[in-house]
């Protein structure tokens, strides 16, 4: 079984300041991990993949992510928000094989100038 | 490459009635799965295709249905339509099979309203 959990439906921060959005996985194998950002009424766009390399992991528009098997975590980071971050972020986590994809609830963004 | 594709991208539909939705993968992508979403329920899955067959499957009723065909495009199907299925339907391709697979690219959508 595998599950997904993003703690923070709604996070606001100051345009400028550090982006920390929370995920939490739970999967009976060595997990595969996504990021999504969806802008409104947009389908979800990759922003960033573990798939058992290296645990820091890059991706576009300046985002990175951990993973952490002993926190069962996958936290995205920015360092710096733009207001074009404001979107909603889904965490999502596939157990390997063919399993289908499990996502998060979401974490909306709000980045206030 | 040409990104996935899913027509049509809005639709309006009245209880009871059926409707289609399509959606083109990337080229050389060989699975398409296809989510539900909704701003109660989120995003949930409701089936993938590979290589024409099933390979999972979401816990829909069975109103909900779809199929893949040979060149990968894949339709689904919802009828008997309720208030309740009117939501955004997304559309996912990945490679399938191999290193690599695991990621999904997403169409735009399909927003479904039923009245």
């Known amino acids: 079984a595998q599950s997904v959990t993003q703690l923070g439906s709604h996070v606001s921060v100051s345009e400028g300041a550090l982006v920390l959005l929370r995920c939490n996985y739970s999967?009976?194998?060595?997990?595969?991990l996504f990021w999504y950002v969806q802008y409104p009424n947009q389908g979800l766009q990759l922003l960033l993949k573990?798939?058992?390399?290296?645990?820091l992991v890059k991706g576009i528009n300046g985002f990175e992510a951990e993973f952490k098997k002993s926190e069962t975590s996958f936290h995205l980071t920015k360092p710096s928000a733009h207001m074009s971050d404001a979107a909603e972020y889904f965490c999502?986590?596939?157990?390997?094989?063919?399993?289908?994809?499990?996502f998060g609830t979401g974490t909306k963004l709000q980045v206030i100038p | 490459k040409a990104g996935v594709t899913q027509t049509p991208r809005y639709l309006i539909k009245t209880r009871g009635q059926q409707v289609t939705l399509s959606c083109s993968p990337i080229?050389?992508?060989?699975?398409v799965s296809w989510y539900q979403q909704t701003p109660g329920q989120g995003l949930q899955f409701l089936f993938e295709?590979?290589?024409?067959?099933?390979?999972n499957k979401g816990n829909f009723p069975g109103r909900f249905s779809g199929r893949q065909f040979s060149n990968s495009r894949s339709e689904m199907n919802v009828s008997t339509l309720e208030l309740g299925d009117s939501a955004l339907y997304l559309c996912?391709?990945?490679?399938?099979?191999?290193?690599?697979?695991?990621?999904?690219?997403f169409g735009p959508g399909t927003r479904l309203t039923v009245t």
């Open positions: 996912a391709s990945s490679i399938g099979q191999g290193t690599g697979s695991y990621e999904q690219y």
């Open positions: 999967s009976s194998v060595p997990p595969y």
């Open positions: 573990y798939t058992s390399a290296a645990t």
């Open positions: 999502a986590v596939r157990s390997g094989g063919y399993q289908k994809v499990t």
């Open positions: 080229s050389g992508h060989r699975s």
């Open positions: 295709y590979f290589s024409e067959t099933q390979r």
